[in-house]
């Protein structure tokens, strides 16, 4: 059904000052290179903290790894070519998107993406090929489980194997984890036996459920980046990291009478449900091309659906299937998470590619109002190497003590941190590992943030060269 424009700009009025969020964000700005409204309170680190916002300013780390507020402390759980799996081999590289969940006995499970892309020759780390769980031979990527016992002690096992450049993914509502391939080789490209670009799902609780890998065909071939899952309307809303024309934003629709579970999806045909892209419009009616010309927080979208016409892309990429006039693209879709009654999107930035520059947007999505709200913008920030701008969003989380947890994956410095309502940021922490030289110093992006069930740890990865950490500390509900 389409959304006609008496409808939405009834919807518009409502959704104009904001979304009502429980516990979670408001329209959020950012510092200190925001580009928002003239009203939007700007303020990060140590000015943050004088507002009462955050946890106060980073202190660098004698160790040399994560810079952290005081108070604040951190234990490695796995690193990648230290730690080592069950079955002796050592825990693969690059670390990427990841979920909690409840274990037995009191545990945390965890299931981490390793994006991997390409021949398993090009890693020295790929994830080992479990027999009964491998997808392609020929791939190096996939996820491994993560338990982290009450006493401390860390086990790891394969997950999935076989799978190309593991990049975001979602947890779902019933407990399992949906890994997403941001590659798109079909067999016979990059020496791979089979095509990737799609999305598989993985049991962190029940091994044998994650045998004889199946890739989810229905939800299309392209470069996924994550997936989350509406548990009332059980649609699927899914990101595509590309560029030449830029990547779109999809929804996809269960087939009548569809009953979800673990396992369920195993069950459905490779056409099942309907796959769309989106069709945005503005309060006037006027359709837009593409999200970067969003210029101001609280900017509304209405959201028309497109029927993607080939989903498994076999002579065309998804999204060149699209006329420009047909579809609303937007540059880097990253990260997305359920909250709030819709979903968070990233796009991590726009260049060139796009019709207006920025350093990093966060949309919502209100599925019942169909609209797209912008509630995160970032401006160009003019020196990457400075501590204290933030830029490049990439994995985001909503947290339980209020706000959103966002990691960096821009240029230069990279932290994760947060937003809380009113719109002030603040810095959690810092990457202080230079894989580069003290020359031209470089530090690789942050990942895979989730809090743990209970609320108490921060999980987060440092992608290169592969490091889980778990972050804890006097943790507290911020200001608006």
């Given at each position: ?15 104009g ?52 507020p ?31 969940f ?25 994830v ?29 096992w ?70 989350v899952?509406?548990p ?57 091309d ?46 997305m ?7 968070y ?6 260049r ?14 209100d ?81 895979g943030?989730?809090f743990?069930?209970?609320g ?12 889980m ?12």
């Amino acid at each position: 059904m389409s959304l006609t424009r008496r409808d939405f700009a009834r919807n518009s009025a409502i959704t104009g000052a904001g979304v009502a969020l429980a516990g979670s964000v408001g329209a959020l700005a950012t510092a200190p290179n925001a580009l928002a409204s003239d009203d939007t309170v700007r303020a990060g680190g140590e000015e943050a903290a004088r507002h009462g916002v955050g946890y106060g300013p980073l202190v660098p780390d004698p160790k040399g790894l994560l810079a952290l507020p005081a108070g604040f402390t951190y234990k490695i759980i796995t690193y990648s070519g230290r730690t080592r799996l069950e079955s002796g081999e050592f825990t693969p590289s690059n670390h990427d998107g990841t979920a909690t969940f409840d274990g037995p006995r009191g545990t945390t499970l965890l299931v981490n993406n390793h994006e991997l892309k390409g021949p398993r020759a090009n890693w020295e780390h790929p994830v080992p090929l479990t027999e009964g769980l491998v997808y392609d031979p020929a791939a190096a990527g996939g996820c491994t489980v993560v338990e982290v016992r009450p006493d401390g002690r860390v086990a790891e096992w394969v997950g999935i194997a076989g799978t190309s450049t593991n990049c975001a993914g979602g947890r779902t509502p019933w407990g399992t984890w949906l890994t997403c391939e941001e590659n798109s080789d079909k067999a016979g490209v990059n020496g791979m036996t089979k095509d990737h670009g799609y999305v598989f799902e993985v049991d962190p609780c029940d091994r044998r459920a994650n045998r004889a890998p199946k890739p989810l065909k229905f939800f299309g071939r392209y470069d996924h980046e994550a997936v989350v899952i509406d548990p009332k309307r059980g649609h699927a809303y899914l990101t595509e990291d590309a560029a030449g024309p830029n990547g779109l934003f999809f929804r996809w629709t269960p087939p009548k009478g569809f009953e979800y579970g673990p396992g369920k999806f195993r069950e459905l045909a490779d056409d099942a449900g309907i796959l769309q892209a989106p069709k945005c419009f503005d309060s006037g009616g006027k359709f837009v091309d593409d999200l970067s010309r969003a210029a101001k927080i609280g900017t509304v979208y209405g959201v028309d659906w497109v029927d993607v016409p080939d989903r498994d892309a076999r002579t065309t990429p998804v999204r060149k299937q699209f006329k420009d006039d047909e579809v609303t693209r937007a540059r880097k879709l990253e990260g997305m998470w359920w909250g709030d009654g819709g979903a968070y999107i990233v796009s991590s930035y726009a260049r060139e590619e796009s019709p207006v520059q920025h350093d990093g947007q966060v949309w919502f999505y209100d599925p019942k109002r169909r609209t797209l709200t912008l509630k995160v913008l970032l401006g160009v920030n003019p020196d990457p190497s400075k501590d204290g701008a933030f830029d490049g969003p990439d994995n985001i989380t909503v947290s339980p003590y209020g706000g959103l947890v966002i990691a960096e994956d821009g240029e230069g410095v990279q932290h994760l941190f947060g937003a809380t309502d009113s719109g002030r940021t603040y810095p959690i922490a810092r990457n202080e590992l230079n894989i580069g030289t003290a020359q031209e110093p470089e530090y690789s992006e942050f990942t895979g943030v989730t809090f743990s069930p209970d609320g108490r740890t921060l999980y987060a990865n440092i992608q290169t060269p592969g490091i889980m950490l778990a972050i804890t500390g006097p943790w507290k509900r911020q200001k608006r």
